[in-house]
């Protein structure tokens, strides 16, 4: 049985590379595997990055004693360069999945992990805490938030049937980051001292580079063609285009308007073409039709208006859902001497809000959904800051404080592989498990303060990893189910922009209220109110959503029957 291979598109890959004959007869579409080969070693490479990036994240706790022995400035400070840090980490998501839509994730990567590895080589020879700010807050930041959401991007598209367990793998690579790169850190603090801890920390982030390398574009991949096996006159083309959701609206000059477009050159069937290239994604599940054939027309359109040019568009649309791929990638060729071809080369920095898609935020259930995962992340972050110097204040001893995290951590690992197995099980109910662990996590944070010896806390450590994981190997699925693949990235730049924010805010305000109280409970308070606002909120969200399902259900059944009639 020859074996079904699937395409990925390629709106984040350049399109200069691509060679194919016959263009003009038939789309063009990457031979991009999905489910299968190379998306594994890109899973792998992507889950060995948040290993490296969430640890560091994660071992702030560990760093945060020594910086107080060393400085001995008050908590509040000592936190500020985490709160850089981590507003960096995550608010440069939309400009980094930008880049990546322009030089690939190959590269940017591979640039994050030569900063984040040279802010912690420099960090080592910081003389004040000033230098430290920009040495690990800027640069090291800066490297985390190049490295870590475009490879959440990239493994999340490489899969389709089982995007549950990649994401679960994934974020169980960032867990088994919180495991070892906090022992890591404690062994090189005992054998070589904090400044030989960060330089020979700097070098081991450095491998950030060859798994970026292992991250290959779509332009790396043949280009395939689309046969045509029917050909419709213009009238049945438009009205087959109606009766199924047309791929794209075209605009009042004859062009389809799309957000997402790219300038590059291209060299297709041995010809430079110096043109636009569009990149319009077409989902199998839009159309539900059983027949096979494929409907095609290639038209040319001609303005005497502001346009000005010839258009020559490729535009076809299968009514097989079992012979077309996932999602394939139509091509058009738009003349560069029109005025939107000059626009776009003259204004370029303007791509980086066109690849944005406001539109999200008129969604009221997207502004719950970000709202949530603000409060939660608040909430999350905070254990990594506050549990170390939490067992020290209640008389643990340094090796027992800072073997907390780890613990926390393998639970976690467990936690995120478990809730990738029951999002692809439980695809219905999986918002309500979803809630039900966030909910579980902030009691959790409520009960804290009544452990006090070093068997209670990491008890409580152990059962609490569970649940952490479980949304954490969950809301990247939960995020999908709510805007859809197509606008992942987009919804992934703004998430990842709202959480900056909590992480900005979450290392001064946990600080200052150890500064003022004398004791890390409140803060842990603060942090467990926080996760049950999130709950509530999502809670919120999810009944205004099974409204939206069964007001749409009604009014298909409506349809229907008129149409019965």
Not at 143 to 149: A, D, H, K, Q, Y
Not at 309 to 327: D, G, H, R
Request: net charge neutral.
């Amino acid at each position: 049985m020859q074996k079904e291979k699937n395409h990925v598109h390629g709106v984040n890959e350049n399109l200069d590379k691509g060679q194919e004959s016959g263009v003009k007869d038939t789309p063009l579409v990457y031979d991009v595997p999905v489910d299968h080969g190379w998306a594994w070693v890109i899973l792998f490479s992507t889950a060995t990055i948040s290993l490296f990036v969430i640890g560091g994240i994660k071992s702030f706790g560990v760093l945060l004693l020594e910086f107080g022995k060393v400085y001995q400035i008050p908590q509040s400070q000592l936190t500020v360069i985490q709160s850089i840090t981590g507003f960096f980490f995550l608010s440069l998501s939309p400009f980094s999945n930008w880049l990546c839509d322009r030089y690939t994730h190959q590269r940017v990567i591979f640039v994050g992990g030569l900063l984040t590895s040279s802010g912690l080589v420099l960090s080592s020879f910081a003389p004040s805490i000033e230098v430290m700010y920009f040495t690990y807050g800027v640069l090291t930041g800066f490297g985390f938030g190049l490295s870590f959401p475009p490879s959440v991007v990239i493994s999340t598209r490489q899969f389709n049937k089982r995007r549950g367990v990649a994401n679960g793998i994934n974020m169980a690579g960032a867990a088994m980051g919180g495991i070892c790169v906090p022992i890591l850190m404690q062994v090189l603090i005992d054998s070589y001292g904090l400044k030989g801890c960060m330089l020979i920390l700097g070098a081991i982030m450095g491998h950030i580079c060859p798994c970026a390398l292992l991250l290959r574009p779509a332009h790396k991949y043949p280009l395939v063609q689309k046969e045509a096996e029917q050909l419709l006159p213009d009238e049945n083309f438009e009205n087959n285009m109606d009766n199924h959701h047309r791929s794209h609206e075209m605009t009042e000059q004859g062009l389809p308007e799309d957000k997402d477009s790219n300038v590059k050159d291209a060299q297709i069937g041995g010809l430079n073409v110096d043109h636009e290239i569009r990149v319009q994604l077409i989902k199998s599940s839009e159309y539900n039709s059983q027949s096979s054939p494929t409907y095609r027309r290639h038209h040319k359109a001609s303005e005497s208006g502001s346009l000005g040019a010839s258009i020559t568009a490729i535009s076809s649309i299968s009514l097989s859902s079992q012979n077309i791929p996932k999602e394939i990638m139509l091509v058009e060729e738009i003349s560069p001497s029109s005025p939107k071809a000059q626009k776009n080369k003259l204004v370029t920095c303007c791509k980086f809000f066109q690849n944005l898609d406001f539109s999200l935020f008129r969604s009221v259930n997207f502004n719950l959904l970000m709202l949530c995962f603000f409060f939660l992340i608040y909430s999350y972050h905070s254990i990594f800051i506050i549990l170390p110097s939490y067992g020290r204040e209640q008389g643990l001893t340094i090796h027992q404080s800072m073997f907390l995290i780890p613990a926390f951590g393998s639970v976690d690992v467990v936690g995120r592989l478990i809730a990738g197995f029951i999002n692809d099980k439980c695809v219905i109910r999986r918002k309500e498990i979803f809630i039900l662990y966030i909910l579980i996590h902030g009691v959790g944070y409520l009960l804290v303060p009544i452990f006090q010896d070093f068997i209670s806390i990491l008890s409580w450590c152990m059962a609490f990893g569970i649940f952490t994981g479980g949304f954490n190997g969950t809301f990247v699925i939960i995020l999908v189910d709510c805007v859809g693949i197509e606008q992942l990235s987009s919804a992934w730049g703004f998430d990842c922009l709202v959480v900056s924010i909590s992480l900005l805010m979450n290392p001064v305000l946990s600080g200052g209220l150890k500064d003022i109280t004398g004791s890390w409970s409140a803060s842990i308070r603060v942090a467990g109110s926080f996760a049950i606002i999130a709950a509530s909120l999502l809670a919120i969200e999810n009944v205004i959503a099974r409204g939206q399902r069964k007001k749409s259900n009604s009014e298909k059944e409506v349809q229907c029957d008129e149409n019965v009639s």
